[in-house]
Protein backbone atom coordinates (compact mmCIF):
# COMPACT_ATOMS: atom_id res chain seq x y z
CA UNK A 1 0.00 0.00 0.00
CA UNK A 2 1.06 3.78 -0.05
CA UNK A 3 3.89 4.64 2.40
CA UNK A 4 4.22 8.89 3.09
CA UNK A 5 6.82 10.22 5.02
CA UNK A 6 7.23 12.85 6.07
CA UNK A 7 10.01 15.79 7.28
CA UNK A 8 10.62 17.56 9.74
CA UNK A 9 9.01 16.25 12.75
CA UNK A 10 9.09 19.75 14.47
CA UNK A 11 10.20 23.27 13.54
CA UNK A 12 10.67 26.36 15.41
CA UNK A 13 10.89 29.44 13.22
CA UNK A 14 10.72 33.05 14.07
CA UNK A 15 7.64 35.39 13.16
CA UNK A 16 7.81 36.41 9.84
CA UNK A 17 10.15 33.94 8.46
CA UNK A 18 8.95 30.90 6.05
CA UNK A 19 8.34 27.34 7.24
CA UNK A 20 9.11 24.39 4.43
CA UNK A 21 7.72 21.15 5.30
CA UNK A 22 8.57 17.70 2.90
CA UNK A 23 6.54 14.28 2.32
CA UNK A 24 7.59 11.38 -0.06
CA UNK A 25 5.27 8.74 -1.00
CA UNK A 26 5.48 5.36 -2.36
CA UNK A 27 2.60 4.75 -4.67
CA UNK A 28 3.35 6.36 -8.57
CA UNK A 29 -0.48 6.19 -8.88
CA UNK A 30 -1.35 8.27 -6.26
CA UNK A 31 -2.77 11.41 -7.79
CA UNK A 32 -4.30 13.59 -4.80
CA UNK A 33 -2.12 15.44 -2.36
CA UNK A 34 -4.02 17.73 0.59
CA UNK A 35 -2.07 18.94 3.07
CA UNK A 36 -3.89 19.47 6.66
CA UNK A 37 -3.43 21.56 9.84
CA UNK A 38 -4.91 20.11 13.60
CA UNK A 39 -4.52 22.33 16.43
CA UNK A 40 -4.84 20.28 19.62
CA UNK A 41 -7.39 18.52 20.10
CA UNK A 42 -9.65 19.82 17.11
CA UNK A 43 -10.33 18.15 13.40
CA UNK A 44 -7.65 18.31 10.82
CA UNK A 45 -8.09 21.50 8.86
CA UNK A 46 -7.59 21.15 4.95
CA UNK A 47 -5.37 23.86 3.96
CA UNK A 48 -4.52 22.93 0.60
CA UNK A 49 -4.22 20.17 -2.12
CA UNK A 50 -2.80 19.69 -5.44
CA UNK A 51 -3.45 17.27 -7.98
CA UNK A 52 -1.45 14.76 -10.30
CA UNK A 53 -1.66 16.91 -12.85
CA UNK A 54 -0.42 20.33 -11.20
CA UNK A 55 3.10 21.20 -10.01
CA UNK A 56 2.13 24.24 -8.24
CA UNK A 57 -0.33 25.81 -6.74
CA UNK A 58 -0.63 29.30 -3.91
CA UNK A 59 -3.06 30.24 -1.70
CA UNK A 60 -2.12 33.53 -0.13
CA UNK A 61 0.92 32.80 2.21
CA UNK A 62 0.87 29.15 1.58
CA UNK A 63 1.94 27.05 -1.22
CA UNK A 64 2.64 23.47 -2.31
CA UNK A 65 4.43 21.76 -5.09
CA UNK A 66 4.91 18.32 -6.24
CA UNK A 67 7.33 16.88 -8.22
CA UNK A 68 5.50 13.53 -9.66
CA UNK A 69 8.88 11.78 -10.88
CA UNK A 70 10.56 12.21 -7.53
CA UNK A 71 7.24 11.18 -5.88
CA UNK A 72 7.44 14.30 -3.38
CA UNK A 73 5.78 16.94 -2.74
CA UNK A 74 5.97 19.94 -0.27
CA UNK A 75 4.46 22.99 1.58
CA UNK A 76 5.85 26.54 1.81
CA UNK A 77 4.49 28.75 4.46
CA UNK A 78 5.74 32.75 4.17
CA UNK A 79 5.67 35.20 6.28
CA UNK A 80 4.55 33.35 9.47
CA UNK A 81 2.58 34.23 12.17
CA UNK A 82 2.27 32.70 15.98
CA UNK A 83 -1.30 31.73 14.64
CA UNK A 84 0.14 29.38 12.09
CA UNK A 85 1.61 26.93 15.10
CA UNK A 86 0.17 23.37 15.02
CA UNK A 87 1.11 20.01 13.52
CA UNK A 88 0.67 19.67 9.83
CA UNK A 89 0.05 16.34 8.24
CA UNK A 90 0.47 15.53 4.41
CA UNK A 91 -1.29 12.85 2.89
CA UNK A 92 -1.79 10.98 -0.46
CA UNK A 93 -4.40 9.62 -2.17
CA UNK A 94 -3.37 6.27 -3.82
CA UNK A 95 -4.20 3.46 -6.52
CA UNK A 96 -7.97 4.47 -8.77
CA UNK A 97 -10.72 3.70 -6.53
CA UNK A 98 -9.58 3.51 -2.78
CA UNK A 99 -10.10 7.02 -2.19
CA UNK A 100 -8.82 6.84 1.08
CA UNK A 101 -6.14 8.90 2.54
CA UNK A 102 -2.43 7.88 3.68
CA UNK A 103 -1.07 10.70 6.05
CA UNK A 104 2.39 11.51 6.80
CA UNK A 105 3.35 11.43 10.27
CA UNK A 106 3.04 15.08 10.81
CA UNK A 107 5.12 17.76 11.71
CA UNK A 108 5.01 20.29 15.00
CA UNK A 109 5.19 23.76 13.30
CA UNK A 110 6.08 26.74 16.32
CA UNK A 111 6.07 30.00 14.97
CA UNK A 112 8.13 32.28 18.04
CA UNK A 113 6.90 35.94 18.11
CA UNK B 1 -18.58 24.77 3.51
CA UNK B 2 -18.77 21.45 3.92
CA UNK B 3 -19.52 19.85 7.65
CA UNK B 4 -19.14 16.51 9.19
CA UNK B 5 -20.05 16.13 13.18
CA UNK B 6 -19.65 13.74 15.53
CA UNK B 7 -21.44 12.50 18.78
CA UNK B 8 -20.43 12.08 21.47
CA UNK B 9 -17.08 14.74 21.52
CA UNK B 10 -16.07 12.77 24.33
CA UNK B 11 -16.97 9.85 26.34
CA UNK B 12 -15.33 7.43 29.29
CA UNK B 13 -16.84 4.07 29.75
CA UNK B 14 -15.47 1.02 31.91
CA UNK B 15 -14.05 -1.58 30.16
CA UNK B 16 -16.13 -4.62 28.79
CA UNK B 17 -18.62 -2.06 27.82
CA UNK B 18 -19.70 -1.18 23.83
CA UNK B 19 -19.66 2.86 22.68
CA UNK B 20 -21.35 3.74 19.95
CA UNK B 21 -20.05 7.03 17.44
CA UNK B 22 -21.83 8.79 15.45
CA UNK B 23 -20.79 10.46 12.23
CA UNK B 24 -22.72 12.72 10.48
CA UNK B 25 -22.26 14.65 6.99
CA UNK B 26 -24.90 17.93 7.45
CA UNK B 27 -24.85 19.62 4.36
CA UNK B 28 -24.16 16.79 1.87
CA UNK B 29 -24.46 13.51 0.85
CA UNK B 30 -21.73 11.16 1.50
CA UNK B 31 -21.34 7.88 -0.23
CA UNK B 32 -18.49 6.80 1.56
CA UNK B 33 -17.14 7.78 5.06
CA UNK B 34 -13.82 6.92 6.85
CA UNK B 35 -12.67 5.97 10.34
CA UNK B 36 -9.44 7.11 11.96
CA UNK B 37 -7.85 6.58 15.01
CA UNK B 38 -5.37 9.20 16.37
CA UNK B 39 -2.84 7.74 19.47
CA UNK B 40 -1.36 11.28 21.18
CA UNK B 41 0.70 12.92 18.96
CA UNK B 42 0.80 10.77 16.48
CA UNK B 43 -1.02 10.68 13.05
CA UNK B 44 -4.24 9.67 11.92
CA UNK B 45 -4.63 5.66 10.97
CA UNK B 46 -7.16 4.37 8.99
CA UNK B 47 -9.36 2.05 10.49
CA UNK B 48 -11.87 1.46 7.89
CA UNK B 49 -14.30 2.45 5.11
CA UNK B 50 -17.61 2.89 5.05
CA UNK B 51 -19.85 2.43 2.28
CA UNK B 52 -22.99 3.50 2.26
CA UNK B 53 -25.35 0.42 1.55
CA UNK B 54 -22.72 -2.22 1.56
CA UNK B 55 -20.06 -3.65 4.21
CA UNK B 56 -17.39 -2.20 5.39
CA UNK B 57 -14.03 -2.47 4.73
CA UNK B 58 -11.29 -2.59 7.49
CA UNK B 59 -7.68 -1.95 7.14
CA UNK B 60 -5.34 -4.48 7.86
CA UNK B 61 -4.86 -4.96 11.36
CA UNK B 62 -8.16 -3.85 12.42
CA UNK B 63 -10.94 -6.61 13.88
CA UNK B 64 -14.04 -6.01 12.25
CA UNK B 65 -15.85 -7.63 15.16
CA UNK B 66 -14.70 -5.58 17.44
CA UNK B 67 -15.13 -1.62 15.51
CA UNK B 68 -18.61 -2.59 14.36
CA UNK B 69 -19.20 -0.23 11.04
CA UNK B 70 -22.99 0.44 9.96
CA UNK B 71 -23.50 3.61 7.04
CA UNK B 72 -27.64 2.93 6.67
CA UNK B 73 -28.06 6.64 5.04
CA UNK B 74 -26.12 9.06 2.76
CA UNK B 75 -25.39 10.75 5.48
CA UNK B 76 -24.82 9.11 8.67
CA UNK B 77 -21.95 6.60 9.63
CA UNK B 78 -21.66 4.63 13.19
CA UNK B 79 -19.11 2.77 14.76
CA UNK B 80 -19.40 1.26 17.57
CA UNK B 81 -16.20 -0.13 19.83
CA UNK B 82 -17.57 -3.47 21.31
CA UNK B 83 -16.52 -4.62 24.54
CA UNK B 84 -13.83 -1.64 25.22
CA UNK B 85 -10.76 -1.91 26.77
CA UNK B 86 -7.61 0.32 28.21
CA UNK B 87 -6.03 0.11 25.04
CA UNK B 88 -8.63 1.50 22.87
CA UNK B 89 -8.79 4.58 24.42
CA UNK B 90 -8.06 7.02 21.99
CA UNK B 91 -9.12 9.86 19.73
CA UNK B 92 -11.57 8.84 16.63
CA UNK B 93 -12.29 10.89 13.52
CA UNK B 94 -14.37 10.25 11.02
CA UNK B 95 -14.23 11.93 7.65
CA UNK B 96 -16.60 12.19 4.51
CA UNK B 97 -16.10 13.20 1.04
CA UNK B 98 -19.27 15.18 -0.91
CA UNK B 99 -20.44 12.48 -3.42
CA UNK B 100 -22.08 15.51 -5.62
CA UNK B 101 -18.90 17.91 -5.58
CA UNK B 102 -15.55 17.52 -5.80
CA UNK B 103 -14.68 14.10 -4.75
CA UNK B 104 -11.04 14.37 -3.79
CA UNK B 105 -11.91 16.65 -0.65
CA UNK B 106 -12.63 14.99 2.61
CA UNK B 107 -13.79 17.39 5.35
CA UNK B 108 -13.63 15.47 9.21
CA UNK B 109 -15.24 15.70 12.29
CA UNK B 110 -14.53 17.00 15.17
CA UNK B 111 -13.49 13.78 16.53
CA UNK B 112 -14.30 11.55 19.75
CA UNK B 113 -12.07 11.19 22.43
CA UNK B 114 -12.59 7.89 24.17
CA UNK B 115 -11.27 6.53 27.35
CA UNK B 116 -11.56 3.62 28.97
CA UNK B 117 -11.68 2.71 32.37
Known amino acids: GENVEQHPSTLSVQEGDSAVIKCTYSDSASNYFPWYKQELGKRPQLIID?????GEKKDQRIAVTLNKTAKHFSLHITETQPEDSAVYFCAARGKTGRRALTFGSGTRLQVQP | GAVVSQHPSRVICKSGTSVKIECRSL??????MFWYRQFPKQSLMLMATSNEGSKATYEQGVEKDKFLINHASLTLSTLTVTSAHPEDSSFYIC?????????????FGPGTRLTVL
Open chain 2, 95 to 107: SAADRGQNTDTQY
Open chain 1, 50 to 54: IRSNV
Open chain 2, 27 to 32: DFQATT
